[in-house]
């Protein structure tokens, strides 16, 4: 049968002039030359309803539910709203599927996730969704089962959407990069695959993500964009490379140095000596890696590594952006019962705001409500003064638990002290 | 449908060690430190002496099956069969010798993929769905991406900048793209238009009551039916009440602008990670090139390229010269709308006599 006419896209065409890589191409190349009629027809139907969008402003896509046999999320479903327009795109499904840990392929991978998804889908693929996932965009109500069932035959699985443990990130990390302070991967893994539940049904206040970066650089953005982030850091002294700090001196000279290294350290603890060395003050380093990232073959972690843990980031809606905050300021991750305390932490944490949190309500936005200390309660944390970036400042609390606080406090340094 | 289905296999997520390069599983953990020869290329070097070779180029990020499979046979070709994407969607591939660089790169260039992206460089925008595939979008993201890199091209392909540029897009004030060192957002200006017919029938109302941040939605019957008013003197055109309600259409052809904010940054280097804050709204969603928003972008990122100092993120850029000279430099101008009246307002008001003259 021969293809349908082309939709004339006069809109869209002005996406194809210009230097940068064009999705229109890539979608037409689908429309005109691909073997499987299927995906031709989709693509004309979907570049059709793409013009429309552009001429009218307005975005013709609806949700619904739909899901893979044994689950309750991990696709994002799409009606058209002008489906007798364009029919053959009338339904044009997402399916979610998780990476893995910082993102790696082989092409043979690629291949074959490529192949599987030209049988059952339009062709498109994007890797990654803003959440983490490769997005394969746009299948029938029928394909999405059996694209699911055969991508799951050989090692993927559907990842989070909706109100759920939603898929994980993690930076480039150990893989490549010196200034990785934790095994993303292991931590990435020991997580997701603890939560597998509740990343496939569903049943949470609101979406919940974990994130993972090697270093305070948060290349994975996590303090900002998840509900609980993991970051490497380490507590010893960063290890500094005279030699080849007179080397970086000598080739970019001592002004340098002070206007874009010792000038820059937010706590002032770095001093470059008349010999063209550095000393560091590291009990005043704040682990903000400006200077590492200056200095990179100089400068270095130090080798007592492990993971700071904040908890609460999210965007806008509905109360206002929210940063995670600190929970626990250091934890080592070294054994196996070190993961699987890490493990335990985030159970307890997802426990108490499941059973906390108001309906759509993320875990931030419950600590603002409830305050941080009723949630540190609540998770069975203590105190701890890496948490706030400054004491109190308002009197109008009731303090008459002051005396048994502060013995519990001496206690813990006592306890800590004879550990 | 229900016979012979087959249960899942829970795998969750899978296992990245077999899709890693060898060098980099050899050397897991292990780097010493790194180099930027050029742009859009980096080299690890390992304590055992190993090294690995990192060249990243960005596509149109929508694949379509010809171009991905283009991608894997320049992986296949000229790296060594392995491709590591980045979080704002560029490929990097990795070879173990230098020898392999310039033809991978002049293959990748040959293909039309662009070369770049990395240190003190304009990354690829991180962007979202928009009208392609998103259910509650009031513009496009693919396009205002395309539109906004082929003026941008240069800077993603060299490194002139302070620091490195990390942008974004988004298509609703939900923002997926995320906090950045430019996002440009939708900004609506009027509250939803809602379809009574249809409100008792597709909305559970109690649940879009909820979810408006200012309480402006109410029960109401309308024409004897159920539905739900929106008080406009409150409501602050958000559009939360669109996603849990579909009849309360918030997008509008003219009046869903695009609002540009800047200084948001992830990272702890220097300063604590920072949100990005408002610069310019009320700027036209026009599609297909949305001309009026890249000028305004470009006209800040060349303020910030002439002015800041090298390292200086856009926000540490803001901070050192002040909000005020922000504004001047960049000719963009400043109106009531910018000053926060949200919950904690207070901390971004200025009480002190710090003021530059």
Same mark, same amino acid.
């Given at each position: 049968m021969a293809d349908k006419k082309h939709y004339d896209t006069p809109m869209l065409d002005?996406?194809?002039?210009?230097?940068w890589p064009s999705f229109i191409s890539g979608i037409k190349h689908l429309r005109d030359d691909h073997e499987n009629g299927t995906i031709r027809g989709v693509a004309n139907s979907l570049l059709g309803q793409l013009e429309h969008s552009y001429e009218t402003r307005k975005g013709y896509w609806k949700g619904g539910t739909i899901s893979v046999y044994g689950y309750g999320g991990g696709i994002i479903p799409r009606f058209s709203e002008v489906g007798d327009q364009f029919v053959e795109s009338k339904e044009f499904h997402t399916l979610r599927v998780q990476p893995p840990a910082g993102n790696y392929y082989t092409t043979d991978m690629l291949r074959q996730l490529s192949e599987s998804w030209e049988k059952y889908g339009s062709g498109l693929i994007t890797f990654h969704g803003q959440t983490g996932n490769i997005m394969f965009i746009g299948t029938t109500n029928e394909n999405i089962q059996h694209f699911f069932d055969e991508v799951n035959e050989y090692g993927w699985d559907l990842g989070g959407a909706g109100p759920c443990v939603r898929t994980g990130m993690s930076c480039v990390g150990m893989a490549r990069c010196e200034q990785s302070c934790c095994n993303e991967h292991a931590i990435h893994r020991h997580l997701m695959n603890n939560f597998t539940d509740d990343v496939h049904r569903p049943a949470l206040p609101y979406k919940f993500k974990f994130k993972v970066s090697g270093c305070p650089n948060d290349c994975q953005n996590s303090i900002e964009r998840s509900d609980f982030a993991i970051i490497g850091t380490w507590r010893d002294d960063m290890k500094v490379d005279q030699e080849e700090v007179k080397a970086f001196i000598a080739k970019k000279g001592r002004q340098y140095v002070i206007d874009n290294v010792t000038t820059r350290c937010p706590s002032d603890c770095m001093t470059l000596n008349d010999d063209d060395t550095l000393t560091i003050d590291n009990s005043n380093c704040v682990r903000c890696m400006h200077c590492l990232n200056v200095m990179n073959k100089a400068l270095t972690p130090g080798d007592d590594r492990g993971v700071t843990i904040l908890i609460g980031g999210k965007r806008t809606l509905k109360i206002g952006d929210l940063m995670g905050t600190v929970i626990i300021p250091f934890k080592k991750l070294d054994t196996m019962e070190d993961y699987e305390e890490l493990v335990e932490l985030a159970e307890e944490v997802i426990d108490f705001w499941a059973e906390n949190g108001l309906e759509h309500e993320r875990c931030g936005e419950m600590i603002e409500r409830i305050g941080l200390v009723n949630f540190l309660e609540g998770i069975g944390i203590e105190v701890d003064l890496n948490m706030i970036a400054e004491p109190r400042q308002c009197s109008y609390i009731r303090m008459d638990g002051w005396n048994e606080e502060a013995t519990k406090w001496f206690e813990r340094k006592a306890e800590e002290a004879s550990a | 449908m229900a016979l012979d289905m087959r249960s899942p296999i829970e795998s969750g997520c899978p296992d990245g060690f077999q899709y890693m390069h060898p060098t980099m599983r050899r050397n897991y953990g292990l780097w010493k430190y790194h180099e930027?020869?050029?742009?859009g290329v980096l080299v690890h070097y390992a304590h055992s002496g190993e090294e690995i070779w990192t060249v990243k180029c960005a596509t149109q990020r929508i694949l379509d099956s010809f171009t991905l499979r283009t991608l894997c046979d320049i992986g296949d070709k000229y790296a060594d069969g392995y491709i590591h994407f980045t979080i704002r969607s560029n490929v990097e591939y990795v070879v173990d010798t230098e020898e392999k660089v310039q033809p991978l790169i002049d293959a990748i260039e040959a293909a039309g993929f662009i070369v770049g992206g990395t240190a003190n460089s304009i990354a690829t925008l991180s962007h979202t769905q928009g009208w392609?595939?998103?259910?509650?979008?009031?513009?496009?993201a693919s396009g205002v991406v395309k539109s906004m890199m082929d003026e941008l091209i240069n800077e993603f392909k060299e490194c002139n900048m302070p620091n490195r540029v990390h942008m974004s897009t988004s298509?609703? #004030? &939900? +923002?997926?793209?995320?906090?950045?060192d430019i996002a440009i957002n939708i900004q609506h200006t009027k509250p939803p238009r809602i379809d009574h017919t249809q409100v008792g029938n597709v909305c559970e109302r109690p649940s879009v009551v909820a979810r408006c941040p200012v309480a402006a939605i109410r029960p109401a019957m309308v024409d004897g039916k159920p539905s739900l008013e929106v008080d406009e003197k409150k409501?602050?055109?958000?559009?939360?009440?669109?996603?849990?309600?579909?009849?309360? #259409? &918030? +997008?509008?052809?003219?009046?869903s602008k695009l609002a540009i904010w800047v200084g948001g940054n992830h990272s702890n280097a220097r300063g604590k990670p920072t949100f990005q804050r408002l610069v310019a709204a009320g700027v036209p969603n026009n599609p297909p090139r949305w001309p009026e928003v890249t000028a305004i972008v470009k006209k800040i990122l060349n303020t910030y390229k002439t002015d800041a100092k090298d390292w200086e993120r856009m926000n540490d850029w803001i901070e050192r010269i002040g909000w005020p000279q922000f504004f001047e430099k960049t000719g963009l101008p400043f109106t009531k709308y910018h000053i926060d009246n949200w919950r904690g307002a207070r901390n971004s008001l200025n009480a002190s006599t710090h003021i530059r003259f």
């Open positions: 002005e996406l194809e002039n210009g230097p | 930027h020869p050029r742009p392609l595939h998103c259910d509650i979008p009031a513009t496009d298509c609703c #004030q &939900i +923002n997926c793209g995320g906090s950045s409501c602050i055109c958000c559009g939360a009440c669109f996603p849990p309600c579909p009849p309360m #259409q &918030i +997008n509008d052809a003219e009046h």
